[in-house]
């Protein structure tokens, strides 16, 4: 078996790093109707961990709000540690902004998914969240800042 010179992604581990979930309003919160404003606030960062394995964490915040009030809070961070062989800067980049979070997202729908119904609340069904575009408009505001290298961190709130 020949071995490939391209780039590599391999996935070494997916873990569920820190998860918290808060209900300030219970039980009083589930007598009123159920018609929350969702606010998801997105983070994704990565740490080299040595040449070519690296840690990225999916941060995923979300909070409920009944009638001006926070109904429910859920926090977490989903974690995975990847080989990356055989790229550039900017390709590593990429992947580590786009691909890898792409690959973990779904395990952080599935934990909210969980401790929200666990908390006693209709599910949440989390939209597709197009890390490709967050990581194209990041690099246009870096570069209308004058921003250099460095690692890709982005922030954003989804409502």
């Not at 998860?19 to 990565?46: K, L």
């Not at 964490?57 to 990847?82: C, H, P, S, W, Y």
């Not at 890898?100 to 969240?129: H, Q, S, W």
Request: hydrophobic share 45%.
């Amino acid at each position: 078996m020949a071995e490939t010179d391209g780039p590599q992604l391999a996935i070494e581990r997916i873990y569920l790093r820190d998860a918290s979930f808060e209900s300030p309003r219970a039980p009083g919160v589930f007598d009123g109707t159920w018609n929350p404003q969702v606010q998801v606030d997105i983070n994704t960062r990565s740490n080299r961990l040595d040449e070519v394995r690296h840690e990225v964490v999916l941060t995923l915040t979300l909070k409920a709000r009944v009638e001006d009030e926070v109904a429910m809070i859920v926090e977490l961070q989903q974690a995975g540690v990847f080989r990356l062989q055989g790229m550039d800067d900017g390709i590593r980049q990429q992947a580590l902004a786009v691909t890898c979070p792409n690959i973990l997202f779904p395990y952080a729908r599935e934990v909210i998914d969980a401790l929200v119904t666990k908390g006693a609340f209709p599910a949440v069904m989390l939209a597709p969240i197009s890390f490709e575009a967050l990581f194209a408009e990041a690099m246009r505001r870096r570069e209308a800042e004058g921003g250099g290298e460095g690692a890709f961190v982005d922030d954003r709130s989804v409502n």
